[in-house]
Structures are given as structure tokens and as C-alpha cells.
């Protein structure tokens, strides 16, 4: 039973364009998410979260949209660069136990 | 350094090995927390210390896995009679207060 899901695995996008990361949940107890990002050999890196009481958050180029009615976030980078090839990963976490569920991950390619 | 640190970075064990593989987290982070990840998957969940007590072990796949954290601070991840299966990223992440978790690395186990 995968409660985080993100249903592209790879996503290609034009350096100086936007990149869009989507993110499906099915457990409505989640009330705090969160996006990582991973380079080969390194561990997750946190980049952004946001709180089940607001519906964005934005930090630089990087923002994040929460939908609960239909339980998906995205994560948006504006402007891509090459540095932000990576993989992607969404997790979620209920009350205060600070476990996280995540997603599969999405492979970004930025391109020159 | 700063960050979580783990060591081995890398182990190859034959299986029916015993393996420990530890985890030093960011100093003063109360929460530890170890994940399990496959190849082309996203991190599960194994275990989780609040201090040197361990809160939740739901996600450990069965009694050869084992996770102390007897002063609070380094943690060990012990697999007995490791199985083929049990090739994967090890991962631990530190936090202090809140649901933002900081990564190690990870160490990449081999069982041949």
C-alpha cells in the first residue's frame, strides 16, 4: 500500500524553464510534507516542507503547492538549472512522530 | 563535520554474515531515525530513537533486524544472518525538533 506516490518516474525540462514535481498521498492523517533531493552516492538533501495548515510555501526559486481536498502537492523550481539534476523525493509525516513516508522519487533532468 | 556521518560507506558481506552498521548524528539532535532503501525506490521507514529510548520499530522487516542507541547518541544497526534481501541503502537521519530530517550519506550493504 504505497500512501505517497510519484507517478513519473523522470521528467526532462530546458534550463531557464519551470519544472513541476507532482505528488499523490492517500492517508488524510498526514499533516506535514516535505520534498527532498538526492544526487548519486549522497543522502537525501531537505530542500522545502509545508504544514498541512497552509497551501504554499516558497523559498527562492523553489515553492511548494498543497492541495488537501485533493491530496497532491507539487514541488515548482523557476528558474531550472543543471545543478538541480536530481532525483526528487516527496515524503509525508502524521502528528508528531517525525517518521516519514516517501514516494518513489523523480529523476529531474535539467538541460543546458 | 557537521552533518550525520555513517560508517561503513560500503559493505559487502556473505550471506548468513552478521553486519553492525553505525550512525553518528548531527550533536544535540534528540530524534534518530533509520531507513532502508531499495534500488529505484524511496527510503522506508525502520526505526526511530527519541534519545536513547526507541519510540517505534515497526518498520524493522523481521527479529534479525536490531537498532540500539544506548547513550543517546551514536546509533547501531545490527542484521544477523543477512540474506540477499537485505541488499540495500542504509540510511540514518538526525532532527532536533520538528519533522525536518537530516541525512548521512548512507551505507550501501552487498550480500553475496
Known amino acids: 500500500d504505497q500512501q505517497v506516490k510519484q507517478n513519473s518516474p523522470s521528467l526532462s525540462v530546458q534550463e531557464g524553464r519551470i519544472s513541476i514535481l507532482n505528488c499523490d498521498y492517500t492517508n488524510s492523517m498526514f499533516d506535514y510534507f516535505l520534498w527532498y533531493k538526492k544526487y548519486p552516492a549522497e543522502g537525501p538533501t531537505f530542500l522545502i516542507s509545508?504544514?498541512?495548515?497552509?497551501d504554499k510555501n516558497e523559498d527562492g526559486r523553489f515553492t511548494v503547492f498543497l492541495n488537501k481536498s485533493a491530496k497532491h502537492l507539487s514541488l515548482h523550481i523557476v528558474p531550472s538549472q543543471p545543478g538541480d539534476s536530481a532525483v526528487y523525493f516527496c515524503a509525508a509525516s502524521a502528528g508528531n512522530t517525525g517518521k516519514l513516508i516517501f514516494g518513489q522519487g523523480t529523476t529531474l533532468q535539467v538541460k543546458p | 563535520g557537521a552533518g550525520v556521518s555513517q560508517s561503513p560507506r560500503y559493505k559487502v558481506a556473505k550471506r548468513g554474515q552478521d553486519v553492525a552498521l553505525r550512525c553518528d548524528p548531527i550533536s544535540g539532535h534528540v530524534s534518530l531515525f533509520w531507513y532502508q532503501q531499495a534500488l529505484g525506490q524511496g527510503p522506508e521507514f525502520l526505526t526511530y530513537f527519541q534519545n536513547e529510548a526507541q519510540l517505534d520499530k515497526s518498520g524493522l522487516p523481521s527479529d534479525r533486524f536490531f537498532a540500539e542507541r544506548p547513550e543517546g547518541s551514536v546509533s547501531t544497526l545490527k542484521i544477523q544472518r543477512t540474506q540477499q534481501e537485505d541488499s540495500a541503502v542504509y540510511l540514518c537521519?538526525?532532527?532536533?525538533?520538528?519533522?525536518?530530517?537530516?541525512f548521512g550519506p548512507g551505507t550501501r550493504l552487498t550480500v553475496l
Open positions: 509545508i504544514s498541512s495548515i497552509k
Open positions: 537521519a538526525s532532527s532536533f525538533v520538528g519533522n525536518e530530517q537530516f
